[in-house]
């Protein structure tokens, strides 16, 4: 099937293939089923210190919620009229990198791009846990921690939410309905995995809990059916998540009567920033794991450079919408908006605004080269930025929208104190513990569906 290095699908079609190696059915189930059926005692070390430092992490975050709830949001330097500062920067960046999941798993899975097979039960996972993440700071940042209660449909006496008009309400509906369709959607795609980790896998214990997850799937013409039809289902209605959850979250902030944040461009500007961070979060996990777990050839140069140039029109879009904004604010003739901007720009948190343009606007414009594009290193380096960028972006646009009040006598420079690092630190921690016990108990590449875009013929047998 091979010519030299050019497979004969590639003198057909003109097309580098996706799948590179020569790799057989049964290589791809050898590769993918490794870490899963390695006993824990025989865990690899590199996992065993990430996940022993990330739980460290996680058990930190927990015990400072605990504390948070005992003590109130004055271990915090949220101080009139900085009201919200990093819980709320935290909330929106979590919510963005989960965005980046749904958009290749679902968007280029009815595009029908081959391409995503290999990277989107990562994108998947990270959206689950990001999510996880997100959810946690609403309830947190309330500060009177017993009306968090409006969150929920709890019956009282006019038989309907309290408040329905609570910005708090709508992240509720929006960030916990993108949660559960995303979970059945990532859920859904595992099925034919976990059954093929079932038939493989030799403790007893393993056996049965794969067994319970896998539905009793047998591989049958009747059971395949069923899974695109609900897998095509997910789909068609997670896409539309995509573009509704984070304009939901933009709204936090659009409809409030304040200069920086009372502004339309808010709902797409903040849906292509989350698809930005999405994407170079998933490129910040799947970079290491590739290596580690030795899948070079089934995550190829292809797939990171295809992800790279989404990062370039997006960190674009998010550059456009930069300069929209400044332009908005003077074309307004509105002098608080005008004051706003300027004060972002070059007023005490200047140093924020330039780290948030240099991350997000000039970082990914190195991707308009194929060298760097296609590079695993530059590649890991720039999605790292990208993610810095991105949180600074949060803190921007929240932070310096608040600190200069209408009143001179209102003005404050927040600064936070050692708590504000610990949350967000511990956050992490939660969210890697999470994709490593994923890593370590679950099929990171979609096996069924890699399967399924590899050329057929006698030397693919399973």
Not at 232 to 260: C, E, M, N, R, Y
Not at 321 to 329: C, D, K, P, R, V
């Amino acid at each position: 099937m091979h010519r030299g290095d050019v497979s004969l699908e590639e003198e057909v079609t003109k097309r580098e293939t996706l799948i590179r190696g020569g790799l057989s059915y049964h290589d791809v189930t050898e590769a993918v089923c490794k870490m899963p059926e390695t006993p824990f005692l025989k865990s690899p070390k590199g996992w065993l210190i990430g996940f022993t430092i990330s739980a460290s992490l996680m058990v930190m975050f927990f015990l400072s919620i605990v504390y948070l709830i005992w003590e109130g949001i004055g271990i915090w330097g949220n101080s009139s009229p900085v009201f919200w500062a990093w819980d709320i920067v935290n909330f929106v960046f979590w919510v963005g990198i989960g965005h980046a999941g749904t958009l290749i798993s679902a968007i280029l899975y009815l595009f029908r791009q081959k391409w995503r097979t290999s990277i989107n039960r990562y994108a998947e996972a990270m959206t689950i846990f990001a999510v996880i993440c997100a959810l946690i700071f609403p309830g947190i940042h309330v500060g009177r921690i017993w009306v968090v209660y409006y969150f929920f449909p709890l019956p009282n006496q006019m038989d309907m939410w309290p408040n329905f008009r609570s910005p708090l309400l709508w992240d509720m509906f929006a960030v916990g309905t993108y949660f559960i369709v995303s979970l059945h959607f990532w859920y859904v795609g595992l099925i034919p995995d976990l059954a093929t980790l079932r038939d493989r896998v030799k403790s007893k214990t393993a056996k049965m809990w794969y067994g319970l997850f896998s539905l009793g799937w047998r591989g049958s013409m009747r059971h395949w059916l069923h899974y695109e039809r609900a897998y095509l289902l997910l789909a068609a209605l997670s896409t539309p998540l995509v573009l509704s959850v984070h304009s939901v979250v933009s709204f936090d902030f659009a409809i409030a009567q304040l200069p920086g944040w009372h502004t339309t461009i808010f709902p797409p500007y903040f849906v292509a920033g989350a698809v930005f961070s999405g994407f170079a979060m998933v490129q910040t996990l799947m970079l290491p794991a590739r290596k580690w777990l030795g899948l070079k050839d089934i995550v190829t140069i292809k797939h990171i450079e295809n992800m790279n140039k989404i990062i370039l029109v997006t960190g674009s879009m998010v550059g456009y919408a930069y300069g929209i904004e400044f332009f908005m604010a003077w074309y307004s003739g509105n002098e608080y908006e005008s004051f706003t901007f300027i004060n972002r720009a070059f007023g005490p948190y200047a140093w924020a605004y330039w780290t948030m343009v240099s991350c997000n606007v000039l970082t990914p414009q190195l991707f308009w080269f194929k060298r760097l594009r296609t590079s695993i290193t530059a590649s890991f380096i720039l999605a790292i930025f990208v993610n810095i960028g991105m949180w600074f972006e949060r803190f921007v646009i929240i932070v310096t929208s608040l600190n200069r009040d209408f009143l001179p006598s209102s003005w404050h420079y927040f600064s936070p104190r050692i708590w504000e690092p610990i949350f967000l630190l511990g956050s992490f921690g939660l969210f890697f513990t999470l994709f490593l016990l994923f890593v370590r108990y679950l099929p990171v590449i979609a096996m069924a569906e890699v399967k399924g875009i590899m050329p057929h013929g006698d030397d693919h047998h399973a």
